[in-house]
Nanobody, 112 residues
Framework: QVQLVESGGGLVQPGGSLRLSCAASGSIFGIYTMGWYRQAPGKQRELVAQITSDSSANYADSVKGRFTISRDKGKNVVYLQMNSLKPEDTAVYYC??????WGQGTQVTVSS
């Protein structure tokens, strides 16, 4: 079994910043791709950013230049630094491990 523990969501004003963290634990043997997805009310879950075991990253067009995904070297711990946040970034953000395991989600609300 794999467990994902997320933290860092909250309420922030437009233009502000938040940092999300996610740590994977359990029956894990190796370093794997991890990612962040988000789901806004009434919308499908979408990929925000993904990072491979060798720290190669890719981003959704909507967050390029504003969000940065990173990971601790040699660990299954991933971060999402979110800058210049917009109201349309409001969603529940989910950590993903190996494309099959999900965190419980953390709410990000961008509002004045």
């Amino acid at each position: 079994q794999v467990q994902l523990v997320e933290s860092g969501g909250g309420l922030v004003q437009p233009g502000g910043s938040l940092r999300l963290s996610c740590a994977a634990s359990g029956s894990i043997f190796g370093i794997y791709t991890m990612g962040w997805y988000r789901q806004a009310p009434g919308k499908q879950r979408e990929l925000v950013a993904q990072i491979t075991s060798d720290s190669s990253a890719n981003y959704a067009d909507s967050v390029k230049g504003r969000f940065t995904i990173s990971r601790d070297k040699g660990k299954n711990v991933v971060y999402l630094q979110m800058n210049s946040l917009k109201p349309e970034d409001t969603a529940v953000y989910y950590c993903n491990f190996r494309g099959r395991y999900w965190g419980q989600g953390t709410q990000v609300t961008v509002s004045s």
